[in-house]
């Protein structure tokens, strides 16, 4: 017997509330002998409606003993007794409250169980939608994001093919015979791409920094990330007049003048 599903059937209120045939109600009975679940449900029930009888002043309290307990004595009784004449069993309900309170009273129960479950659902629904709602902002951001990062390659791919860029690839110097770079110049369009083809991590420490060489001398470009991966495209501020690009090994941050005896790569931009 699946005596969650019996409990939850409803039976046992209406038990309480003397609305079952007799031979339900005697089989309500068999069970709340044989299974304590079942006896203790049906004076949960009798506890509740007793007390809403009472706050709501409809009615004088139930007597002291509980409908339960005095059915299942009788029960007990009628085991070693012969049974009881039509007449005896109808007085054992004689100080019943009045059916109509109790009705009333099983309603209200199952109204707050309505309103609890159905705001119980409201709410979940609500946090599914504040969930789906900051979902959406994240892709609106994702998909802005590669928005932005297609047209950057874009316009990056557009200086690559342009006939007027140069590729001046940095070659190793003394102090880094291996290590390679490449410049994208473009001098009509006035831009400048970076690319690392071969730079071993620095030092701890220390850090890459890109020259651009001019009339005026060395021109800061600005760091580079001590992570930068090898292949990676960057934008450079781009300078008019530029003779050749370098890149040394100077203190972390970098500094205003570059320290030629740490060049590690140079090359120059040609006609």
Do not use: H
Request: negative net charge; charged residues 20%; aromatic residues 6%.
């Amino acid at each position: 017997m699946d005596l969650t599903a019996y409990i939850n059937s409803g039976v046992l209120e209406l038990y309480v509330l003397d609305r079952l045939s007799p031979d339900e109600r005697r089989a309500v009975e068999r069970y709340a002998e044989a299974y304590p679940e079942v006896r203790n449900e049906l004076r949960e029930i009798e506890r509740a409606l007793e007390e809403y009888v009472v706050l709501q002043g409809q009615a004088a309290p139930p007597p002291a003993a509980p409908v339960l307990d005095r059915v299942l004595d009788q029960v007990r009784g009628e085991r070693a007794e012969t049974a009881l004449p039509a007449g005896k069993v109808s007085q054992a309900k004689s100080g019943s409250s009045p059916v109509l309170v109790w009705a009333l009273a099983i309603a209200l129960i199952l109204a707050v169980a309505a309103v609890a479950y159905l705001l119980s659902q409201s709410q979940q629904r609500g946090e599914a939608l504040s969930q789906s709602e900051q979902r959406l902002i994240t892709l609106q951001a994702d998909c802005e994001e590669i928005r932005e990062q297609n047209q950057d390659n874009l316009q990056q791919l557009a200086v690559l093919s342009d006939a007027e860029t140069r590729n001046i690839v940095l070659a190793g110097s003394e102090n880094a015979p291996d290590s390679r770079a490449v410049v994208f110049y473009n001098p009509v369009a006035g831009q400048t791409l970076f690319s690392p083809a071969n730079l071993p991590a620095p030092p701890a420490g220390k850090q890459y920094q890109l020259w651009a060489i001019d009339a005026n001398g060395p021109q800061d470009l600005g760091v580079l990330d001590r992570n930068i991966a090898s292949g990676s495209l960057l934008d450079v501020a781009y300078l008019p007049g530029v003779a050749a690009f370098a890149i040394t090994l100077e203190d972390e941050g970098g500094k205003p003048q570059p320290d030629l005896s740490q060049l590690q790569v140079i090359g120059e931009v040609g006609t």
